[in-house]
């Protein structure tokens, strides 16, 4: 009889466990999910800008042609003038990633998310730039496949930009994917904004078709560079008007 009393007692204990166990997961589910949703945000950090840098490494762009562009970045984000202009913003730092890009689903984030707000940040980022070896060697022109990815990564930043933008560099128009403008109005609509620096070398009137089907939101602009061999001057003046958020018209007058 004491045997089965005792077992009584460990049933009763047993139960009262399992009632606590009800009574508590609701809260802690709750806590679970509050603090999920507010880490996030609370994980964030405010940048004027935040911008990818999408670099086309189609079959058009050779070894030589792929070093001009990677020393155009390079040594833009170690030009006075970009810094300064980085400086004149309300939170004075940017955040900037660079991706290279060929065909609809060939897209390799070579430099992730850094902050750059003084010169040993800037100088990184340009180390980073340098440093990334070339991961893709063909596969077409997808502008809209590189927009579409691009569009993903701000959702993977820890940062908060108040304003976001895709810069893409290319020397052809969109041969592969779905339709560029279709993936244009997508980013647009999500608040992001598309900026061009389209390269002559081999379709000299690229520069049309990046501002009728590529660029978009508000002060959307293209720089175009003649040539390769002209690309870090475009790029410098491109990231000066970017980072600034002005409109080039204004920007170069």
Known sequence: MASLGGGKTV??????RRLACLLIAPV?????????????????????????LAVDVSGSVNQTRFELQRDGYVAAFRNARVLETIRSGRHQAIAV???QW????????????????????????AAAVAAAPRQLFGGGT??????DYAVTLFR????????????ISGDGSNNRGRLVNLAR????????????????ALEPDLDGYYERNVIGGPGAFVIAAKDYET???????????????????????
């Open 11 to 16: 049933g009763k204990r047993a139960a009262s």
């Open 185 to 200: 109005d997508e980013a647009v609509a999500a608040e992001i904004g598309i900026n061009g620096l389209p390269i002559l």
């Open 142 to 147: 997808s502008i809209s496949g590189a927009i």
């Open 231 to 253: 690309f870090a001057e475009a790029i410098l003046k491109k990231l000066i008007t970017e980072i600034a958020g002005v409109e080039y018209r204004n920007a170069t007058r």
């Open 156 to 167: 993977e930043s820890r940062f908060r930009g108040t304003r976001r933008v895709i810069d």
């Open 97 to 99: 990633t660079m991706v």
């Open 28 to 52: 802690s589910i709750l806590v679970a999910l509050a603090a999920a949703i507010c880490a996030p945000a609370q994980a964030q950090t405010a940048v004027d800008l935040q911008l990818v």
């Open 102 to 125: 060929t065909g609809p689903a060939l897209q390799v984030h070579v430099v992730p998310w850094m902050r750059v707000a003084d010169a040993g940040s800037a100088e990184a980022f």
